[in-house]
Each structure stands twice: as C-alpha cells, then as structure tokens.
C-alpha cells in the first residue's frame, strides 16, 4: 500500500494534528518538502507535503492566506504541514479558514517534531514501498518464467499476468490475429484492438501504446515483441487504473519472456526458411522424389495433396519514397504463416530479394488468406494497384507499397515446373493490369485482347501500320478501314466490300496495294495474325465483325 497522509497522522512519533482536509487524508504521499519561498510553485512536482514555518508568509492576512493555499492546491501540493511555536504561537485562523474553503488538508506540527523527522517518516515509507513493488515484481517473473517454461507456454504465461494485473491480457501475432487471451472472454476484446495492432506494428520493435478507451472502464496497453525491424508479435494488458510498480515489473518481464519465446522462434523459422527454399529448387528443377524426402513430415503432407504456386512482388508506391517499415510482401508471408498455423495446415514460404514465392494448399486456409490480403490491397485507394480517385484513409500501409501477385492452378510434386511458369506468367498479367493477384485459370478463362495493352505491342503495331495510315492520310484511299472489313469478314471479299459500300474489284486493288506498300503477302496466315492484332492494340473501341480465325480460309 502506498504511504499516505493518514500514515503520517498515525505515525504516534511526530504527533501531527489535523486542522484541515480531514476527508482527503487517504490521498497517497510522494516526498515530503519544505519551503519558505511565497511560492513555492516552480519546485514542487505533485503530489507533495510542504512544510512551512511562514517567515516570510503573512498568514495572518486572509487574502494573503487565501491566494497561498489556492496557488500551491492546483499546483499538486496535497498537504501542508505548520510550524507550531516557531514565528506563529498557533496556526493563524486565516489560514486554517483558506486551507478548509480549498479541501486542503493542514497539519499543526509541534515545535519538538522537526521536519527532518517528517521527510525521514516520507522516505523511509517510500523507500518501503518500492521495495515491496520491486519485491513483488521479482517473485511476478518468477512465476511467469515458470509458466513461460510449461506445457502450456505462452496461454499459461498470460493467465498468470492476468491474475498478477487484476485484468487481461492477449497475446498476437505477427500478422495481428490474436493468439490467446487471460481470461477466456478477453479474447472478444482483444479482437476489436486489431486496427490499434496494426499501427502498432508498423513501428519499429520495441514499440508501446496505451490506448485511449470509450467504451467500458479498462485501460490497454499495448506492447510490441521482438528484438528486429519486424515486431513478430504484440501483447495487449487491460486494466482498471494506470499501472503500479509492481504491475510494471510484470509486464516488463512478460514482454522480456514472449520476445525471447518469440526470437526462438524465429531462429527455428530461419531453419525451416532454409529447408524450405531447398524443397523448392529440388521441386522446380524437376526433382519431386529428392524433395519429399528431405521435406519429410514438416512439408510432406503439403506436397501429398494438390498444392498451388504462389509468385509475388512488391510495387513502388506513387510517391517514391523509401520505405523504413515492414514491407508488402512481410504482410503477405505473415497473413500466409498465421493462417496455415491457426488451422494446422502446411505452407511452404520462400521469401528472396523483392520476391516471395508459396506453396500453398488448393482451397486451403493460406490460399484463402493470400485473397484476402489482394483483397484488401487492391482496397486500399493509396495502393498502386488500387483504383485511383479513392479518398485517402490515413498512413498507407506498407510505405504506400502495393501487390502484384500471380497463382497457379492446382498441381502435384511432378508438374511443379510448369505450375511455377504459370504463376509467372499470372504475375506479369497482373502486372500489366495493375491487380494485385491474378489466378492463371483467369488468364486462360478470359481474351487475350487485354494483353495487348503494353507500350511495347502498341509501338510495334504503330510501326506496322505507320506506311498504311501515312497512305490514308494524303486522301489517296482507305487502306486501313478496308484492311480491318476484310480481316474481320475472315477474307469474304463481297462480305466485306458491302461492309465498306463499295465494289468488290475496289476491295481486291485496295488489298494488292496494301501488300505492295508492307512488302508481305495477305496469303500469310502469320502476316494477317500480326495486322490484326495490330489494328486491335491501335483501336479504341471492339470490332463490331467478331475476331478472325484464319481469315482467307
């Protein structure tokens, strides 16, 4: 318990008498000072007993007594203690009068008690109350050492800080689900903290936040884990009041416990990083035997059932700058990890420099969670693969770095390679479209006219036509309106010249100079592919006639 007033009035060797304040002696002591200064403001902190003798105080004047006592009140003086017998016989009824009017306890101190002896009683009862918090404190890590260590680990480590806070406490990970929580219910509070997490998370370990709570009566304190530039995790207390000494001692040493749980961790993970990346050389250079053995039961029953390849890269943000937080694709490997560990299922992360490659289980929870992390990408307006004319939503995460990401379809060990050329190519589609996450049975599902809007195809169709468009541009003929009817009517020339409105001997002369200005013949299943895609990559609008197959044939 912490000193008080009342422990002082208690204290049968300074024999205090209370004058004033008697409803508010419970109120806790933290130094004992005293002053003659006509005020003493600037030197105090709160929270104090000043002590005074009045010498240069007229505390005989009810004004004077009336501006000391209100000055020093708000201030955080909490008492004041009076010389009896020192330059006043008795404590002036001015000031009792003002110390009453303020609520502000006043002590008459008898002339054979020396404020030293005071201050000794203060400190030596602080000097005690430390000790117990530092005591407690110590025998509050112990205990959580000995939960740290049990069968249980981190559930039973929260259980206990729980009982040491009179609270809860939550336990997250790296992605900012939530791992366990002390008491059971706690779990349903914890979760509505996952927006606070994840600003939290964005900071660089070691990180805190107390979080600021409308509804309800706890306070929450939130506290990153880890000892790197990721926190690899974040631990949540709720209690009634601020913490004490003792209550801070125990959370301290909890985060020291889950940092180092945590560090072990990740040394285990750098392992399995490692073997991983070895399972997938030996899978993508076609060596699927070789890779189930040395997958063994850590990756084993991933590769037993269809799995998919997941290829993901970041993209800059608009704004260029350099990111110092975790980046996209830390998200994306953390959202994959929790959630095949939340469900006991496998995945198989390989992250390189600005790459991330996946195995993921088909309709498994990290495919599920790689979804909704493009999801929420594509989402997030400040995302370059977002949408532009969003309104903003605060700080971007992830440094403004968006997705492109590309999957494969469902494959075994044996077919690794090519499903590996399939997230590749899904990647560059999404890409080129400005998605974070593209499947490649979309790419095989849809047309293959929206591939054609790269810079690259668009200059090499404005070169294949130049010779034809500067033709039409003297007014000489409509070469490129016809050479479009005539492709897209399959080579049909009376189809095509009704199209056009005019004679089929015209369309025919039309073609030959066509031939004679490109130098290629329209014989040439080839030459008519290229024209059309050309003519396709250059229009801003459908052809209205369908798309050739073979035209001419």
């Known amino acids: 318990?912490?000193?008080?007033?009342?422990?002082?009035?208690?204290?049968?060797a300074l024999k205090l008498t209370v004058l004033a304040g008697?409803?508010?002696?419970?109120?806790?002591?933290?130094w004992a000072h005293a002053s003659e200064l006509i005020d003493p403001v600037p030197y105090m902190e709160g929270g104090e007993l000043l002590l005074i003798t009045a010498l240069k105080l007229d505390a005989e004047d009810e004004e004077t007594a009336r501006a000391y006592?209100?000055?020093?009140?708000?201030?955080?003086?909490i008492g004041l203690g009076f010389a009896i017998g020192v330059n006043y016989d008795e404590v002036p009824e001015a000031l009792v009068a003002a110390a009453r009017a303020e609520g502000l306890p006043l002590f008459g101190v008898p002339r054979r008690t020396p404020f030293?002896?005071?201050?000794?009683?203060?400190?030596a009862a602080v000097a005690a109350d430390q000790y117990r918090a530092v005591t407690a404190g110590f025998e509050a890590q112990r205990e959580l050492t000995r939960a740290a260590l049990s069968a249980e680990g981190p559930a039973e480590l929260l259980a206990r800080l729980a009982a040491h806070l009179d609270g809860w406490a939550a336990l997250y990970d790296a992605s900012g689900a939530v791992l366990a929580a002390a008491p059971e219910w706690a779990a349903r509070r914890a979760a509505r903290l996952t927006a606070d997490v994840a600003r939290l998370r964005e900071r660089p370990a070691p990180a805190s936040a107390v979080i600021s709570v409308a509804e309800g009566d706890d306070r929450v304190e939130l506290q990153s884990l880890g000892t790197g530039r990721r926190a690899r995790g974040v631990l949540a207390v709720g209690t009634g009041a601020a913490l004490g000494t003792a209550q801070r001692y125990a959370v301290h040493s909890a985060v020291a416990l889950l940092t180092l749980a945590t560090e072990r961790s990740r040394a285990l993970q750098d392992a399995e990083a490692r073997l991983a990346s070895a399972v997938l050389k030996m899978l993508l250079v076609g060596e699927p035997d070789h890779a189930r053995s040395v997958a063994g039961r850590l990756y084993g029953g991933l590769l037993e059932a269809p799995?998919?390849?997941?290829?993901?890269?970041?993209?800059?943000g608009d704004d260029g700058a350099a990111r110092t937080g975790p980046g996209v694709l830390d998200g994306l490997a953390d959202a994959l990890e929790s959630a095949a560990a939340r469900t006991g299922e496998a995945v198989l992360v390989v992250p390189e420099t600005g790459r991330l490659t996946a195995l993921v289980a088909d309709d498994g929870a990290a495919a599920d969670a790689c979804a909704r992390f493009a999801a929420d990408a594509e989402d997030r307006p400040d995302a370059p693969s977002a949408p532009r004319g969003g309104a903003p939503r605060g700080e971007a995460p992830y440094g403004g770095e968006g997705l492109a990401a590309g999957l494969s379809a469902p494959t075994g060990p044996a077919a690794a390679p090519t499903a590996h050329c399939q997230a590749e190519q899904a990647l560059s589609v999404a890409r080129?479209?400005?998605?974070?996450?593209?499947?490649?049975?979309d790419v095989a599902a849809g047309s293959v006219l929206p591939l054609l809007a790269d810079d690259a195809v668009r200059a090499f169709a404005d070169g294949l036509l130049r010779a034809l468009r500067q033709h039409d541009a003297t007014g000489r003929g409509d070469l490129v309106a016809s050479l479009r009817a005539w492709l897209s009517r399959h080579g049909q020339w009376d189809a095509a010249a009704a199209d056009l409105g005019v004679h089929r001997h015209t369309l025919r002369y039309r073609m030959r100079r066509v031939e004679e200005i490109l130098g290629r013949s329209l014989d040439d299943a080839d030459v008519r592919m290229e024209l059309w895609l050309a003519l396709k990559a250059t229009s801003g609008t459908a052809d209205t006639h369908g798309t050739p197959g073979t035209p001419g044939e």
């Open 1 to 12: 318990m912490p000193h008080t007033l009342a422990s002082l009035v208690n204290h049968t």
């Open 22 to 30: 008697e409803e508010r002696l419970d109120v806790p002591v933290r």
């Open 69 to 77: 006592v209100r000055r020093v009140a708000r201030a955080g003086v």
């Open 116 to 123: 030293i002896a005071i201050s000794k009683a203060v400190s």
């Open 307 to 316: 799995f998919r390849v997941l290829v993901a890269e970041p993209v800059a």
């Open 432 to 441: 080129r479209r400005s998605r974070a996450l593209i499947e490649h049975e």
